[in-house]
């Protein structure tokens, strides 16, 4: 059974730092880039940062560059998002996302969400 479980939100003030985790089954987690995206009420979703399986490039979100930093650890099947100086308009769930393409499909999962409060 394939499954992505989120874990690690909660409520942090303005200026905190959490790290976001997310624990991959059932599936070949090595060969899926991951990504992490973030949706605000009434807003939609959003890319916040993605790391390749191939050659373990980056690309962030311009607003939380130099803030938040993906990684991951194959050997756990596990992704990572560790945010700090966090701000409200942070406040958001947070999904992460696992994605292998071949000829031509893409072929998604996704995990149920967690969510991240930023308030004081």
């Known amino acids: 059974q394939v499954q992505l479980v989120e874990s690690g939100g909660g409520l942090v003030q303005p200026g905190g730092s959490l790290r976001l985790s997310c624990a991959a089954s059932?599936?070949?987690?090595?060969?899926?880039?991951v990504t992490w995206y973030r949706q605000a009420p009434g807003k939609e979703r959003d890319l916040v940062a993605r790391?390749?399986?191939?050659?373990?490039?980056?690309n962030y979100a311009d607003s939380v560059k130099g803030r938040f930093t993906i990684s991951r650890d194959n050997a756990k099947n596990t992704v990572y998002l560790q945010m700090s100086s966090l701000k409200p308009e942070d406040t958001a769930v947070y999904y992460c996302?696992?994605?292998?393409?071949?000829?031509?499909?893409?072929?998604?999962?996704w995990g149920q969400g967690t969510q991240v409060t930023v308030s004081s």
């Open positions: 996302n696992a994605r292998r393409r071949s000829w031509g499909i893409n072929y998604d999962y």
């Open positions: 790391l390749t399986n191939t050659d373990g490039s980056t």
């Open positions: 059932g599936f070949t987690f090595s060969s899926y880039a």
